[in-house]
């Protein structure tokens, strides 16, 4: 498959999301840089989010749509980067936002900082778009050893330059949770650092049934990404999992 070097494949799994799908459609529509690819990969939804996407795929040819039985969004987002022809590779969940010039702001910052990997500030949204926490500003600089204590790139900011290592893919073993965590831990130890757009460029929506507010859930998914995912010793696994608490407990603190 041809890869396009202006393009950019954004993936975007779909899993019951008809509610915000339209915004978050929309959102990519308006991008003030046009030469996009969305990919939405409907990953076995029981709700009309999928006739949605294809509506939407009828009026614009850069909008696809794919279908597969429910193996969770790691599944979905590597079935999209397969069927991806860009050069750049960005992951947008079906209920976030982008700020219209988000792709433009992060394609100059990849450019200005002739890196591979970048990230940005964003909000946090309730359903109905109120802003509930202070924004989330990530470092101007991200190393592996950062992400090893907590993940400073909101999957909704991420962009990748496959061009110099080529596409990489998410870990199934994770299924929906951690796997965009271990994504970026995996580009990052290729191209050893990501830089972060001090802007805000997008809003993350956090609802009432998100497993950000659970952390509780994420303890075990979390504690394997260190034993499983990066092969770390059982006693540095469980002190990176104490420093991830511990800022897990200060990012989603209220104001």
Same mark, same amino acid.
């Given at each position: 498959?041809?890869?396009?070097?202006?393009?950019?494949?954004?993936?975007?799994?779909?899993?019951?999301?008809?509610?915000?799908?339209?915004?978050?459609?929309?959102?990519?529509? =308006?991008?003030?840089?046009?030469?996009?690819?969305?990919?939405? *990969?409907?990953?076995?939804?029981?709700?009309?989010?999928?006739?949605?996407?294809?509506?939407?795929?009828?009026?614009?040819?850069?909008?696809?749509?794919?279908?597969?039985?429910? %193996?969770?969004?790691?599944?979905?987002?590597?079935?999209?980067?397969?069927?991806?022809?860009?050069? &750049? *590779? =960005?992951?947008?969940?079906?209920?976030?936002?982008?700020?219209?010039?988000?792709?433009?702001?992060?394609?100059?910052?990849?450019?200005?900082?002739? !890196?591979?990997?970048?990230?940005?500030? &964003?909000?946090? *949204?309730?359903?109905?778009?109120?802003?509930?926490?202070?924004?989330?500003?990530?470092?101007?600089?991200?190393?592996?050893?950062?992400?090893?204590?907590?993940?400073?790139?909101?999957?909704?900011?991420?962009?990748?330059?496959?061009?110099? &290592?080529?596409?990489?893919?998410?870990?199934?073993?994770?299924?929906?949770?951690?796997?965009?965590?271990?994504?970026?831990?995996?580009?990052?130890?290729?191209?050893?650092?990501?830089?972060?757009?001090?802007? *805000?460029?997008? $809003?993350?929506?956090? $609802?009432?049934? $998100?497993?950000?507010?659970?952390?509780?859930?994420?303890?075990?998914?979390?504690? %394997?990404?260190?034993?499983?995912?990066?092969?770390?010793?059982?006693?540095?696994? !469980?002190?990176?999992?104490? !420093?991830? =608490?511990?800022?897990?407990?200060?990012? &989603?603190?209220?104001?």
């Amino acid at each position: 498959m041809e890869m396009n070097e202006q393009l950019v494949s954004i993936i975007t799994p779909l899993y019951n999301g008809e509610r915000f799908l339209s915004a978050t459609i929309d959102s990519v529509i =308006a991008q003030t840089y046009k030469e996009w690819e969305m990919i939405i *990969i409907n990953d076995g939804s029981k709700d009309g989010g999928e006739s949605i996407a294809r509506a939407y795929a009828e009026k614009d040819s850069r909008i696809k749509v794919l279908s597969q039985p429910n %193996r969770g969004s790691a599944a979905a987002r590597n079935n999209g980067i397969r069927m991806a022809t860009g050069r &750049y *590779i =960005a992951l947008l969940d079906a209920d976030d936002l982008w700020e219209p010039d988000f792709l433009e702001q992060q394609l100059r910052l990849l450019k200005e900082k002739k !890196c591979q990997l970048v990230c940005g500030a &964003y909000k946090r *949204i309730d359903e109905y778009g109120k802003e509930i926490l202070k924004p989330f500003v990530p470092p101007i600089s991200v190393t592996y050893n950062d992400m090893l204590y907590t993940n400073s790139i909101g999957c909704l900011t991420g962009l990748y330059d496959t061009l110099p &290592y080529g596409k990489i893919y998410l870990n199934e073993n994770f299924r929906s949770l951690r796997d965009d965590h271990i994504f970026w831990l995996d580009i990052i130890k290729k191209c050893h650092i990501a830089y972060g757009n001090q802007n *805000i460029v997008a $809003s993350y929506r956090i $609802s009432s049934t $998100s497993t950000t507010y659970n952390k509780r859930k994420m303890i075990v998914p979390q504690f %394997r990404l260190y034993r499983e995912a990066e092969k770390l010793s059982f006693i540095k696994s !469980c002190f990176y999992l104490c !420093c991830w =608490a511990l800022n897990g407990f200060l990012k &989603y603190r209220k104001k």
